[in-house]
Nanobody, 121 residues
Framework: VQLQASGGGLVQAGGFLRLSCAASGRTFGRYHTGWFRQAPGKEREFVAAISWSGESTYYADSVKGRFTISRDNANNTVYLQMNRLKPEDTAVYCC???????????????WGQGTQVTVSS
């Protein structure tokens, strides 16, 4: 499966963005999918994940209550709605997927290129 993240941009603190992770190559409906981010000089960190069915979602404490992950399997897309953005959310965001996992933090097999999110203060 190939993944492509989009939807990043420049936004003021308190604003919002919606990221999309579009999958191609195979049906996306059986892939557990996650979002990660990496800020300059920092390690990549987990942001959110969603089970292949969409029934279970997982969030990093730093984004809980502000970000929402969802999926549209009919359109092979996973979304990350980011509200009340903060300057510390500035990073390159990428999505990743793994087939059929039921773990909350699986090892991901497929990674997409990232999209830049910049939050100004």
């Amino acid at each position: 499966v190939q993944l492509q993240a989009s939807g990043g941009g420049l936004v003021q603190a308190g604003g919002f963005l919606r990221l999309s992770c579009a999958a191609s190559g195979r049906t996306f409906g059986r892939y557990h999918t996650g979002w990660f981010r990496q800020a300059p000089g920092k390690e990549r960190e987990f942001v959110a994940a969603i089970s292949w069915s969409g029934e279970s979602t997982y969030y990093a404490d730093s984004v809980k209550g502000r970000f929402t992950i969802s999926r549209d399997n009919a359109n092979n897309t996973v979304y990350l709605q980011m509200n009340r953005l903060k300057p510390e959310d500035t990073a390159v965001y990428c999505c990743a997927a793994v087939y059929g996992s039921t773990l909350s933090r699986p090892l991901y097999d497929y990674w997409g290129q990232g999209t830049q999110v910049t939050v100004s203060s």
